[in-house]
């Protein structure tokens, strides 16, 4: 299973940390107008940081215990793809929410995109955990996880240097 999400988030994380840290707004129009960059990549880390745990810790780790016995039982996966339905709304609202620089308006819309992909894996994957006959669940899962890859595509678009 791929893991690049999890690398491209903190990445993005590390270098939008590093920016922030080294932004210093002035009254310069100049100086603030260079730093709206910053300011939006210091209010996406947060979200990224979140949406990279919830695939990465959650989403990953629930499609191996599906595929195999032992593990969290199916029960337990459902009601954690209900609650990671909820927090990638949650991180959507959010995203929606911060004011992109027009020179961030097209990763800002990648990243929606990517994130719809992550809300419709965490859909398939509670499917799944509903699923008592194994081949059926297999098959559901084979589909999650081409969508979650679909997802991480179009979030490598977003942020190209994050595998």
Known sequence: MR??????ALAVVAATTGCAASAHVEASPTKQASSA??????????????WGSIAVQGMRPAIRDLSSP????????????DAWTAALKHD???????AAPPSYEPT??????????YLRG???????AQQ??????ETTLERAVRVLTA?????????????
């Not at 960059?37 to 979140?50: F, G, I, K, M, S």
């Not at 965490?122 to 799944?128: E, G, K, Y």
């Not at 997802?151 to 595998?163: G, L, Q």
Request: a positive charge; proline letters at 5%.
């Open 3 to 8: 893991t690049s999400f999890a690398v491209a």
């Open 37 to 50: 960059p910053a300011a939006y990549e210091q209010q996406v880390q947060a979200v990224l940081r979140d």
């Open 70 to 81: 032992g593990g969290v039982p199916r029960a337990g996966i459902a009601t954690e793809a």
């Open 92 to 98: 959507r609202q959010q995203l929606q929410g911060i």
């Open 108 to 117: 800002r819309q990648l990243l929606l995109r990517s994130l719809k992909g």
């Open 122 to 128: 965490a859909a398939i994957v509670h499917r799944a």
């Open 132 to 137: 008592s006959d194994p081949t059926q669940r």
């Open 151 to 163: 997802a991480d595509a179009v979030y490598n678009k977003a942020v190209p240097n994050s595998d």
